[in-house]
């Protein structure tokens, strides 16, 4: 019997099910793998926005990650919010001590609706004990533009700030440029000065998970073997299709949420 490939997804939980630990897992159930799943914290929020974010204490946090890692061997792990600088030291800690491979980091800092998801004294930690034992750093614009230090106005800043986070030690960044204005979601690969453009069309509407649902999609992918370029390809195409059949789920009938 094929054995299942296993992923990980460390990341906030949202009780709506549209983002965090809660899209991840039913990402790998709709790809066929395993999923596992470790909260960093919690939010309470609706389709309306984040109302509380409530960090896991680091010591139960590390006690998770130490006791599934202890056991089980993920074929791919993916990151999304994190929160506190002490959880972003016992993912680093626990990847390390573990030899975690192919580690997916998607450095989420704020949701749609502006709370912070990850406070700005763990930015220095993502940076410096998180992204060094990354496969692939996933942010968007604006958060390639804060983890950059520079604004990012057009596709030569979109380089530089690439090249500086790439000096961070991932292999590779993925900036995903859905969010600028232009007519196609654009994300953009980069790795050493080798550049990857991936293009699908804009999609109309408020969608909520899609970094989260991207992230896990290329976790999946890599999992099973796909080189980074290979995997990001067919990620992005996965998450257009989820995008084509989004639909509203509370009472904010703006923002779409994907249907498996
Ligand atoms: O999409 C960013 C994000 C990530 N993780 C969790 C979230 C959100 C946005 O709301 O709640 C848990």
Do not use: W
Not at 182 to 211: I, M, N, P
Request: charged content about 20%.
């Amino acid at each position: 019997m094929r054995v299942m490939k296993k992923v990980l997804s460390i990341a906030g939980s949202d009780p709506s099910g549209g983002a965090g630990i809660q899209v991840d897992l039913k990402t790998f159930q709709f790809l066929g793998v395993y999923g596992m799943a470790v909260p960093a914290a919690l939010t309470a929020q609706s389709s309306r926005g984040v109302s509380g974010v409530y960090p896991v204490p680091s010591n139960v946090f590390a006690r998770q990650l130490e006791a599934l890692l202890t056991d089980i061997k993920p074929d791919a792990v993916k990151t999304g919010m994190l929160f506190t600088r002490g959880n972003v030291e016992a993912v680093a800690s626990a990847a390390q001590r573990f030899k975690v491979r192919n580690l997916i980091v998607d450095p989420v800092l704020r949701s749609t609706s502006g709370r912070t998801l990850l406070r700005t004294d763990a930015i220095a930690s993502l940076k410096k004990r998180l992204f060094p034992l990354a496969l692939v750093v996933t942010p968007n614009l604006m958060e390639a533009a804060v983890l950059s230090g520079m604004s990012i106005t057009n596709d030569r800043d979109m380089a530089f700030a690439a090249g500086k986070i790439l000096d961070m030690g991932p292999s590779y960044v993925l900036i995903k440029g859905g969010h600028c204005a232009s007519g196609a979601a654009e994300d953009t690969l980069y790795r050493g000065r080798t550049v990857l453009t991936f293009s699908t069309s804009r999609r109309k509407g408020e969608f909520h998970g899609t970094g989260c649902a991207l992230s896990s999609v290329i976790a999946v992918f890599i999992a099973r073997g796909y080189a980074v370029e290979k995997a990001v390809e067919k990620a992005k195409q996965v998450v257009d299709s989820l995008l084509k059949t989004a639909k509203p789920v509370g009472r904010k009938r703006k923002t779409l949420y994907f249907q498996f």
